[in-house]
């Protein structure tokens, strides 16, 4: 029989949605303020109405700490320690367009704000949001976080589990976080309906709800909800009548005490409960394909990441840093994981696509996208020009540094500026510009061949070096033939069509395997707009997504899983070969519904198998609902298999799925593959990271994936599907490009590489001085992945990001080629130290258990680099 009620009163925290950013930033920094004022006034309050507060979001604390007086901070300590405010560990709610990077940045100061306020931090929340990638999971264990609360919002969502279910959720690696899946977020205000306020009717809706729950076998004592302050349901100060509202509650009903708590006190209660269920899986988030409706700045906040990691490793060899460049650094990764951040705009963004207030909170938000990737190119455009000991001018340049940042060898063109070339002045502010990565290249290039970079490895070469690259190269110049519409490289033979140009057929060279089925008459890499079959439907988003009263619906789903969808193909108007140095392209130009025109290029290399997939095209500002894809109908056998990586996580679709969570789409960090017992196709999502699998599946809320014969593979850059603070519509130019790789088999190993190949990862920078020398910074043996790898905080050693995707134990060894090591250890994201590690001479041993993430601290001596 439920007894008690326990209210937990927070603000959720969304960087928009109700104001414009920077105006809610401020105001929550108030609440905190405003938080301790109504504890010290509630504190003669019978103790079950004394107030508590929640700081669901790290992030408004820290805020909040740059600024406070020192009066404030021994206030809010003494608060904390009568555990009367609740300190939570993650600084905001992401998607899974976070990476595993950007997942340790945000839990990297843990233990200093742990100091700051003299307490220990426990708990974890994520409310609002639909789920994330299991390696937080991990992260969080390794931060000392031992419970993880949600409260999830299924409006175009879903939950894994019924609430209230309280249940280990068991990582990869075998280790478990208790997790507890509660109502969704200020559930509490709206079935009391604060806002009146009344006990009568306060007591109808939770006598209510008690039942309802009783009705599904609810069997604690208490119910746990939480409590904002309509109408801000989010960005909500205290509610300053609640405790009041409280008192005369308990009062007139005795029978089922309403009780103030705060997430501390609930863990604690919970952790106390035996035979708690176990459930393992990636917690699969449905709400992040409105990043496709601002697809060019999903592409270019990716596109930055990439940069700044290069710019880290660098970074290792110089150890260029001073306060300025720290401070930039810092701004560079906020801007991204804002940019990752649930909320993309104004709560009216759909309904009132022109007023200012969606004007403005899209711009505040897509500004963090571009100044992310603008920051990272100037940390990189430093890093390489301190490496190459550039002067900031110079009257010639006798060469190129040539730099590898990945942990694969890198075999690619070596293409510069013809300008490098010419005697003219040469400035190095100039040059930075070249490294933006979302800017288009069109000054004229010089190809000097191809040639192979060993991984972490910078190579300065005179221009002279690069001649004799030239010549080694010219047999793989044009190692290709183009006749009778059948393309023949050393990979593959290509069938055309021969009045649109559409790929018919790709056939694998080695193994003689067909890639592609005709059954679905789709070509390859097919543009498919996806919207409301009018016939049936109201080109509506509710045609996809019901409406719903989420007072009384109790999460009944509002999925429409019926809707029917209809698919228009792009239109070929004309096309040729493109015929370049090591390389030949399919071109296509066709006319597209909602744009004007596409333009699709297709690469085939003789240098390496991957075939690259580009398409440029400018959108209209078209409102109503609509998707564009890209489709890949592949031939394989029934019973085919999927997994697809999340923030460096290998899952596999379905059986490495958490209960009920996604599976109509996916957000992969560098990929997908799917596969049978005879090919292995990886689609590498460079530009846009939404695909889905099987077959086009939005809104069919799928329990599991149909492995039919023949299934679609569908890249999915763009939809405008989200009914509220997404972009409603998105113009102008864009461009996106994936790439496919095929495989015997599937190996975690070879997607991840796959996928990294796909960014073309080496960077190309002036040297105003060349000597041809090669530089590596680390040596690395084992069959896990090295997801990053940057300098410690105060410059003492090296930290490499490493995780094991198989199923068996990987014994790992990292070698340092320019630093001595002095010792290892696996750290916290703090950098606590966890584990000592075994180092032989100059190489540490690491054992990765299965399926293990962990951060390795490579000690080392380390001084300026002196070339």
Not at 156 to 179: A, K
Request: glycine share 4%.
């Amino acid at each position: 029989m439920i007894k008690e009620i326990w209210c937990m009163s927070h603000s959720h925290l969304d960087i928009g949605y109700t104001h414009p950013q920077p105006l809610i930033m401020e105001l929550q920094s108030d609440y905190l303020d405003q938080a301790m004022e109504l504890i010290e006034k509630t504190r003669n309050y019978p103790e079950e109405a004394q107030f508590r507060w929640t700081i669901e979001a790290s992030c408004v604390l820290k805020r909040w700490l740059k600024t406070a007086a020192q009066e404030q901070i021994v206030r809010l300590r003494r608060h904390i320690k009568e555990g009367r405010i609740c300190v939570t560990a993650l600084p905001m709610h992401t998607t899974p367009g976070v990476d595993a990077s950007e997942l340790v940045y945000m839990l990297s100061d843990l233990r200093e704000l742990e100091q700051e306020l003299e307490m220990e931090i426990k708990v974890a929340v994520n409310h609002d949001v639909n789920g994330q990638p299991w390696t937080l999971g991990q992260l969080l264990i390794d931060s000392g976080i031992d419970f993880y609360l949600t409260g999830i919002n299924t409006h175009f969502g879903g939950i894994p589990f019924p609430r209230m279910t309280f249940f280990q959720w068991e990582m990869s690696d075998g280790r478990r976080l208790p997790s507890f899946i509660g109502e969704h977020y200020s559930m509490f205000s709206q079935f009391i309906r604060s806002w009146e306020p009344s006990t009568d009717t306060m007591h109808k809706g939770l006598t209510e709800y008690v039942k309802w729950m009783e009705d599904q076998g609810y069997e604690r004592d208490f119910l746990f909800l939480t409590a904002t302050n309509p109408p801000l349901y989010d960005n909500n100060p205290p509610d300053w009548e609640l405790p009041e509202l409280i008192c005369r509650y308990n009062k007139e009903n005795p029978e089922l005490k309403i009780r103030f708590v705060t997430a501390d006190m609930l863990r604690d209660r919970l952790l106390q409960e035996e035979a708690v269920p176990v459930h393992k899986g990636d917690w699969t988030d449905y709400w992040n394909f409105g990043c496709a409706s601002t697809a060019r700045e999903t592409r270019v906040n990716r596109l930055g990441k990439d940069l700044l990691q290069t710019a880290q490793m660098l970074e290792c060899f110089t150890l260029e840093k001073d306060r300025h460049y720290e401070c930039v650094k810092e701004e560079c990764r906020e801007s991204m994981v804002i940019y990752d951040e649930h909320t993309w705009g104004a709560s009216q963004s759909v309904s009132e696509p022109e007023s200012p207030e969606t004007f403005c909170q899209l711009n505040y938000k897509l500004q963090n996208a571009y100044k992310a990737a603008d920051l990272s190119s100037y940390m990189l455009s430093r890093q390489m020009e301190q490496y190459c000991r550039n002067p900031y001018q110079s009257d010639k340049l006798e060469g190129v540094a040539v730099v590898n940042p990945t942990a694969y060898s890198q075999t690619f063109q070596v293409q510069f500026p013809k300008d490098y070339l010419e005697e003219k002045r040469h400035i190095g502010a100039h040059r930075s510009k070249y490294y933006v990565p979302y800017l288009e290249k069109t000054e004229p290039v010089e190809n000097c061949g191809v040639m192979t970079l060993p991984p972490y490895t910078v190579k300065t070469m005179p221009f002279e070096a690069l001649r004799e690259i030239q010549k080694e190269s010219s047999v793989l110049k044009e190692n290709y033939n183009l006749e009778n519409h059948v393309l023949t490289t050393p990979f593959y033979r290509v069938y055309l069509d021969e009045s649109t140009g559409g790929i018919r057929q790709i056939v694998d060279q080695k193994s003689g395997r067909e890639i592609l089925s005709s059954e679905s008459g789709y070509d390859f890499f097919e543009a498919v707009r996806e919207t409301v079959d009018t016939q049936w439907n109201e080109a509506v988003r509710e045609t996809m997504y019901g409406a719903r009263n989420e007072v009384n619906d109790h999460d009944k789903s509002h999925w429409n899983h019926e809707w029917k969808a209809k698919h228009t193909k792009r239109s070929s108007c004309s096309w040729h070969a493109e015929r370049q140095e090591y390389q030949i392209s399919i071109v296509t130009e066709g006319v597209m519904e909602g744009t004007r025109g596409i333009r699709q290029k297709i690469t085939f290399y003789t240098y390496r198998p991957d075939i690259r997939m580009e398409a440029a095209f400018y959108k209209e500002p078209v409102s109503e609902p609509e998707s564009l894809m890209f489709v890949i109908p592949l031939k394989m056998s029934e019973g085919w298999q999927c997994s697809y990586d999340t923030a460096g996580e290998m899952v596999r679709l379905d059986e490495e799925q958490l209960g009920f969570s996604c599976r109509d789409y996916l957000t992969v960090d560098s990929g997908v593959s799917m596969y049978d017992d005879r090919m292995c196709v990886t689609l590498s999502c460079p530009d846009a990271p939404m695909v889905q699998v099987g077959n086009f599946q939005f809104a069919k809320e799928n329990r599991s994936i149909e492995r039919k014969e023949n299934p679609l593979l569908a890249a999915w850059p763009l939809n405008n599907y989200w009914s509220t603070n997404f972009c409603a519509n998105q113009s102008g130019r864009m461009t996106f490009a994936y790439e496919l790789n095929l495989h015997e088999q599937f190996r975690e190993q070879s997607m991840h590489s796959d996928g990294i190949r796909a960014k073309h990862p080496v960077t190309i920078g002036a040297a105003v001085k060349a000597v041809e020398e090669e530089q590596r910074l680390l040596e690395f043996q084992g069959e896990s992945t090295v997801l990053s790898v940057s300098p410690s905080k105060n410059h003492d050693g090296i930290h490499i990001l490493l995780k094991n995707n198989t199923n068996q134990k990987d014994i790992c060894y990292l070698k340092s080629s320019v630093w001595k090591i002095r010792e290892a250890e696996r750290i916290s994201p703090s950098e606590e130290s966890l584990d000592i590690l075994e180092t032989e001479g100059n190489r540490v041993r690491i054992i990765m258990q299965p399926r293990t993430m962990k951060l390795i601290h490579l000690k080392a001596e380390m001084h300026k680099w002196k070339k």
